[in-house]
């Protein structure tokens, strides 16, 4: 992160020296906390939007379901990843600000 929020040019071992002398060990782990608190709520919704949209996608007109095949399941990935950045963005956004 430290690198990607830089405007001048990035170097690595600087990087790594700043973030040992500010935090030691622990530095390099912090913020991690919520990383891990937005991972959970994220692929929850993404596993569930990938379902439902799974089961949309695979409904002929009689309520039967059929195989939707590799293009509607890359479709429905997709989909399903627009939704959870989507519901998780303030969360996402938070975290960087951090």
């Known amino acids: ?20 002398h500010e935090g030691r060990f622990r530095g390099f782990f912090r913020g991690n906390g919520l990383n891990v608190v937005k ?22 007109n009689r309520g039967d379901k059929v195989d939707i095949g590799t293009s509607g399941r890359l479709f429905a990935g997709g989909m399903a990843g627009a939704v959870a950045q989507t519901a998780i963005y303030p969360l996402d956004l938070v975290k960087t600000r951090l």
């Open 1 to 20: 992160m430290v690198l990607q929020v830089q405007t001048t040019q990035a170097h690595i071992m600087p990087a790594i020296k700043k973030i040992w």
């Open 39 to 60: 991972v959970a709520p994220e692929s929850a919704i993404k596993f569930y939007a990938y379902e439902m949209i799974k089961n949309m996608i695979g409904t002929d």
